[in-house]
């Protein structure tokens, strides 16, 4: 008789256990997917682009920035003195050029003309003298050197005619075109170097690239900086993400675009409103940051929540937690 009851008694234990078990899953199942990050705030090291001696530094770390605002400044006057000299030699080409695309002036063509009939003038004295020379000579009455050297001065002043009629050429011809196609690589290379100069001086000025705030100041005015070397560190205001990790059985319960809330533990009544944004294809292992009720060497994927109204509340590596459907009666933060 008490071996039937005990059965009975084992059944009815196992049959409210089972009760149990499927009321607890159904209880899981109508609570939201739940899940547990940090914050992730972007910030970027703001340096010149060339070296020089700071002379103005404006911020201290904590100030608030904005898109554009001058942060700091560089000893301007060795780039402005470059820019100067950048200008002299562009103009010193440009100069070049107008003269080459004008060509000879008149003055320098009459001089040329007037080169040639002096040769020429040249020549015809000394066609005479080898003539005379030569009658002389056949008569015996002159030295056979007399005549070998009128001779020769005479062939020298032809030689002397064909220059000053290349000359006179030349000159009215004006520059070959590649003189004048190098002549503008010279104006386009010290245009290029003007601009480069101008963008050295403008680089003596540091600005924000967009809202934030300080969070490091590396250098004190009057320091002498490499290009390149971080001045300000500077938190971004924008973006501002979750990093979060989500089971693979989960996976299909989550989708990009989707509409989350983020909840903080200084916070918790005013949640902000967020989104995935981003689901990474490849699985990994459970990063010891996040603190979930599952073991750390289950595989899960990265999911990065967009903040669409963060504030000063949420701060880098700040614990949160990610609901995917919030009461009714609660509100987002900002709104």
């Not at 009128?150 to 030349?170: F, G």
């Not at 902000?272 to 990063?287: D, K, L, N, V």
């Not at 669409?308 to 709104?335: C, K, W, Y």
């Amino acid at each position: 008789m008490k071996k039937p009851l005990l059965l009975l008694f084992i059944l009815a234990l196992a049959g409210g256990a089972y009760y149990w078990w499927q009321q607890q899953q159904a209880i899981e199942q109508a609570q939201p997917l739940t899940l547990y990050g940090n914050v992730d705030i972007r910030d970027v090291s703001l340096s010149f682009r060339v070296s020089g001696r700071i002379s103005e530094l404006l911020l201290e770390e904590g100030d608030s920035v904005q898109q554009g605002q001058r942060l700091g400044l560089l000893d301007a006057e060795p780039f402005s003195e470059a820019v100067d000299l950048a200008k002299a030699d562009l103009a010193a080409a440009q100069a070049q050029l107008a003269k080459m695309k004008a060509g000879s002036r008149p003055e320098e063509i009459a001089q040329a003309k007037a080169q040639l009939q002096q040769q020429q003038a040249v020549l015809r004295n000394a066609q005479r003298l080898l003539e005379r020379q030569s009658s002389l000579i056949e008569k015996g009455a002159t030295a056979k050197q007399n005549y070998d050297d009128a001779l020769a001065a005479r062939d020298e002043a032809k030689a002397r005619v064909a220059t000053a009629q290349e000359s006179l050429r030349l000159t009215q011809a004006g520059f070959r075109i590649e003189d004048i196609a190098a002549a503008k690589a010279q104006v386009q290379a010290a245009e290029a170097r003007l601009a480069q100069a101008q963008t050295q001086l403008h680089d003596t000025e540091l600005t924000a690239p967009n809202d934030g705030t300080v969070l490091t100041r590396l250098h004190e005015v009057g320091a002498i900086v490499s290009a390149g070397a971080p001045v300000f560190t500077v938190s971004l205001d924008q973006p501002v993400w979750v990093r979060t990790y989500i089971d693979e059985p989960l996976l299909g319960d989550i989708y990009p675009q989707q509409a989350v809330w983020v909840y903080t533990d200084s916070r918790p009544a005013q949640p902000y409103r967020g989104q995935i944004g981003y689901i990474s294809p490849q699985a990994e292992f459970t990063p010891k940051t996040v603190e979930t009720t599952q073991l750390r060497t289950d595989l899960v994927y990265r999911v990065r929540v967009v903040v669409d109204n963060p504030d000063l509340g949420l701060r880098q590596g700040m614990p949160v937690t990610i609901r995917f459907d919030a009461p009714a009666s609660e509100q987002a933060h900002g709104q």
